[in-house]
Each structure stands twice: as C-alpha cells, then as structure tokens.
C-alpha cells in the first residue's frame, strides 16, 4: 500500500515538474520578442529618418524631452527596416519617421519604397505596441537648388510617393504629418531661404518643423 502511494506521489511530482518546464520554456521563448502590455518611456522621443533628420537637433529643440535621433545620412526604408530594433529599444512614447527620399534617388520603384513603408509600420507596431507612431510625408525639393547629383529627384515624384504613403497611413490606422504647408513656396517648391542645397535644411527650417508639431499639439 505504502509503495503504491509512493509512486503515486512521483508520478504527480513528475506530471508537475512536465508542466513546470513547459512554462519556462514558453516564457523563455516570448522573452526575445516585445510584450504587448510592456509600457513605454514617457517623454521619450525617437526621430527616424535620413540625412535630414541626422541634421536636426531635436534635443535643443525639445528641452524637457529625452529626444533620440537614429537618422543616418543616405538611408533607405530597407535601411530602416533593418535597425527598428535598435531604433526601439528604448520603448519610446514616440517616434518620428521620414523616409523614401533616397529610395527616389536610386530608383527604387514607387510600388517598392510604399511595401517598405507598410512593413515598417507594421513592424514598429509589432515591437512596440503602446508607441505612437507618426509618418511624415517625404518633403518636397528646390528643384533650381538641387546639384547634378540630386538631379533624378523632383516633386512629382515626391508627390506619388507622399499620397501613396497617406494612403497607407490611413489603412494602417497610423497619423501622416503633411510638413508640405510650412516648408513650401506658393510654386510647392521648398523654400529656397530655409535649404542649404535644395535638399537639406538650414537650422531654421527644423524650427519651423517642430514649431508645427507643438501647434497641431502632437508633441
């Protein structure tokens, strides 16, 4: 009698320690990837992009605010998508994107640059849920500025690009900010008084950038 209770009691122990192991390993699996309910950096900021996003200086701009910039010259939605992880380690309140202005310059087909953009959104809401994610429309060019080097690029490019990218903003339930209105003359070309190049922006023109974002209350 008293052996049979004995295997009885390790069969139990057995069966609790299978199940034991089962959890640990479920946990040990959903540990590499985000948590839905995991809660985000309050005031903490990421600004994601390319060369004109790496140009501003976002910190100086935001007193107050724990401002991260991953903006790396030359880079592409691919780029991008590539280093969201990165880009998202500090579980930010909120992030900043604008990219697509050099998937222009090499070509890449638009049907490409706004699969990119969809994953990247996508992406950004897989890693982390609670961050509010904000698209910024690629901004227009001074085509009489631009260098030869810069010459593949011009507004009605931009223009598909940007409706294409709102359109998605839309479907993807995600906010698209339009800088178009501050940054552009009455031609819809960029201001020549706030470009460096007809690509790049003086400091004044991140000024004018942040000072839209505070007014339509997104920062």
């Not at 009691?9 to 540990?31: D, N, P, Q, T, W």
């Not at 903490?44 to 140009?55: D, E, K, P, R």
Request: proline share 4%.
């Amino acid at each position: 009698m008293k052996s049979r209770r004995n295997k009885m009691s390790y069969s139990k122990f057995i069966h609790r320690l299978f199940f034991a192991f089962l959890a640990v390993v479920a946990l040990s699996c959903g540990s590499s990837r985000s948590l839905p309910g995991a809660q985000v950096n309050k005031n903490t900021i990421v600004f994601l992009g390319n060369s004109i996003t790496q140009v501003g200086k976002w910190q100086e701009l935001l007193p107050g605010k724990n401002v991260i910039n991953k903006g790396i010259s030359g880079d592409v939605t691919t780029g991008v998508l590539a280093r969201l992880s990165d880009c998202l380690s500090a579980r930010p309140e909120q992030i900043f994107v604008m990219i697509g202005i050099n998937d222009l310059k090499i070509g890449r087909p638009l049907e490409d640059i706004t699969a990119n953009q969809v994953k990247i959104i996508q992406k950004i809401k897989e890693l982390s849920p609670r961050t509010k994610i904000y698209i910024q429309g690629t901004l227009p060019v001074n085509e009489g500025m631009l260098a030869n080097i810069y010459r593949r690029l011009n507004n009605a490019d931009i223009g598909k690009m940007n409706i294409a990218l709102k359109a998605a903003c839309e479907q993807q339930k995600v906010r698209y900010i339009d800088l178009h209105p501050v940054l552009t003359d009455q031609t819809g070309q960029f201001k020549q008084q706030l470009s460096t190049d007809g690509l790049h922006l003086k400091p004044e023109a991140y000024v004018i950038w942040v000072k839209y974002l505070q007014k339509n209350k997104i920062l």
